[in-house]
């Protein structure tokens, strides 16, 4: 393989064999800005799956990623189960009030039917004619939420957390409801031509629950959904910390770990290397008022700490670009991985020097 | 001192509802409220929040510990007890999302640190202006978990100026710990990086507001 002709799948797919490819992955992981690319409100752009894969196609021309990201928005589970959605001019649709009210309601509780359901339909087809469209040049991402932090959205936060230390017997319910949802709903994508999947975890991270805590629950619940999903799955903390519980997430057969800006990507990746690629961690929000100066400083910051040796995607620390970040900087984010992201990286030894 | 601190801190860290309470009551006939709320419950709820923020403790911590210490301040001070907070009117809410986490710490952080304030849930931008209104409210404390939530902010200290109120406004919520200039941007009085540092913000806003 000469490594200049690569294409994305196979510039990926190097780095996931912890192997240096033709230069540094870039996964933009832009939902809204399709919107914006096709002269649409955000409401509207997510109403049609033919949207967003003539929104995905446009952002990866303009942007030269190498992944096609076929996330809609986070409470697109929840709409599945019921749940209302609050669509937003300017931000990604949130979840409306939690449908499980009370913890008994949790005994009712019935999961979804993934065939029966509009809103995963839409997503299974844009998956399907994403997949005929580019083929194998460049994976398809699709997402779920983990059964363990979907509840956030099910039942609120503070309820969930009760919940937790209050009453086991029905956290277990709960869980195991959402796992053979989420096993379904992930597998129904990979069915329909998604490449991977990214399984959001962020009540695993470190920022939400303890160690301790993750060891008992998150971890286990990881492990078994985890391994019956047919296919790669990169797990995301979606901003949270993961650093003291690395190696759990190892364990868990995940092949890609999104980390946050709030950790130090080079301390990382040393943890991470050749076991666990690591995906991130440029701050989303920050990134609003960056300027493309900034932006080129930054992307060569985390390229000089986590790029050496591959096992390392650039990308953003959420799994969201904020609807607020400009063009020009997206603009020049990826003209800095295209530049400074080449193999091998020659800069890094004067750069680090610089210091 | 420190003992005590540091017994109920690890009762509020491992979620012993039992030991907590204990530990209070042992003190509550040789201390005054207040006094006991100062010295062990808001210096045990301080340390939880920094260490939430370093990375020690988790979120799951800092909530169940602000649930807590709210139920045990209750029962040795309750809300209508003179004893509390001679205080400005206060009021918290989400803006705009269902995200509830954040507030209902906060919340809990100031009632168990001897604070009354007003809870307006989640409310929108006109929602809450005529509320501040109607409750002569002189501290809001607005907390948000997504970006365009906290954006909208700018338009809530727009329609104060406009209106000239002079209610002050506290906020928090991950968008403002991810970007350190965005409380500025906004127009808040003044931002909290936890729930703990709330108590010492609103201290502080308070000579400005008295």
Redesign the interface.
């Known amino acids: 393989m000469i490594k200049n002709q690569m294409t994305s799948l196979q510039r990926v797919m190097a780095t996931l064999g912890h192997n240096e490819a033709d230069r540094v992955p870039f996964f933009l992981l832009a939902t809204m800005h399709g919107a914006k690319e096709l002269g649409m409100s955000i409401k509207e752009y997510f109403s049609k799956p033919e949207n967003v894969v003539e929104g995905q196609l446009k952002l990866r021309a303009k942007y030269r990623h190498d992944c096609i990201y076929n996330f809609y928005y986070a409470p697109i589970e929840i709409e599945a189960w019921g749940g209302e959605v609050?669509y937003?001019d300017?931000?990604?649709p949130?979840?409306?009030?939690?449908f499980i009210r009370s913890f008994d309601d949790i005994k009712k509780l019935q999961a979804p039917l993934i065939d029966e359901v509009p809103c995963l339909k839409k997503v299974l087809k844009s998956t399907q004619i994403l997949k005929e469209k580019i083929g194998d040049d460049a994976p398809i991402i699709g997402v779920v939420m983990s059964p363990f932090s979907l509840p956030?959205m099910q039942m609120?936060?503070?309820k969930y957390?009760?919940l937790?230390?209050e009453a086991p017997d029905l956290f277990n319910i709960l869980i195991t409801i959402n796992e053979e949802f989420c096993i379904r709903w992930a597998n129904a994508q990979l069915k329909a031509g998604a490449t991977a999947i990214c399984y959001f975890d962020p009540v695993s991270s470190?920022?939400?629950?303890?160690k301790e805590?993750y060891l008992k629950t998150g971890f286990k619940i990881a492990k078994r959904t985890i391994g019956r999903i047919d296919g790669p799955t990169a797990t995301h903390m979606a901003?949270g910390?993961c650093?003291?519980i690395v190696e759990n997430l190892i364990q868990t057969g995940t092949a890609v770990l999104g980390v946050s800006?709030?950790e130090d990507v080079r301390q990382l990746k040393t943890v991470c290397q050749n076991k666990i690629s690591v995906l991130g961690n440029l701050?989303?929000?920050?990134m609003?008022?960056w300027t493309p100066e900034k932006a080129e400083e930054e992307v060569k910051k985390a390229i000089s700490k986590a790029g050496s040796g591959g096992g390392f995607i650039l990308s953003d620390n959420h799994g969201e670009i904020?609807?607020?970040v400009p063009d020009d900087v997206l603009m020049a984010i990826s003209e800095a991985v295209h530049k400074w992201g080449q193999y091998p990286l020659h800069w890094l030894s004067d750069y680090r020097q610089t210091r | 001192m420190m003992n005590v601190v540091n017994d109920f801190m690890q009762a509020l860290l491992n979620?012993d509802r039992l030991l907590a309470k204990k530990i209070i009551d042992d003190h509550v006939s040789i201390m005054h409220p207040i006094q006991l709320i100062e010295d062990i419950v808001v210096v045990a709820l301080e340390r939880i929040g920094t260490g939430?923020q370093d990375?020690t403790?988790?979120?799951?911590?800092v909530?169940?510990s602000g649930?807590i210490c709210e139920e045990v301040v209750d029962t040795i001070l309750p809300p209508s007890d003179p004893d509390r907070k001679d205080q400005p009117k206060m009021a918290i809410c989400v803006l705009?999302?269902?995200?509830?986490?954040g507030k209902?710490i906060v919340y809990s952080l100031l009632r168990a640190s001897g604070f009354e304030l007003l809870d307006f849930d989640i409310v929108e931008v006109n929602d809450m202006v005529a509320r501040v209104k109607e409750q002569k409210i002189k501290i809001l404390l607005i907390s948000v978990l997504?970006?365009?939530?906290a954006?909208k902010i700018k338009k809530v200290k727009k329609i104060f100026k406009d209106e000239g109120l002079d209610t002050k406004i506290i906020v928090g919520g991950?968008?403002f710990r991810?970007?350190d200039?965005?409380w500025q941007e906004v127009g808040a009085d003044a931002m909290c990086e936890t729930a703990s540092e709330a108590v010492s913000v609103v201290h502080n806003l308070m000579e400005c507001v008295s």
């Open positions: 609050i937003s300017d931000g990604p949130n979840s409306g009030a939690p956030i609120g936060f503070d957390i009760e937790m230390y470190t920022t939400i629950s303890t805590m901003s910390r650093l003291p800006w709030q701050n989303g929000v920050e609003r008022r904020p609807f607020q | 979620v939430w990375g403790y988790a979120l799951s911590q909530y169940m649930r705009s999302d269902h995200h509830k986490l209902t997504m970006l365009p939530s954006l991950a968008p991810f970007d200039q965005l």
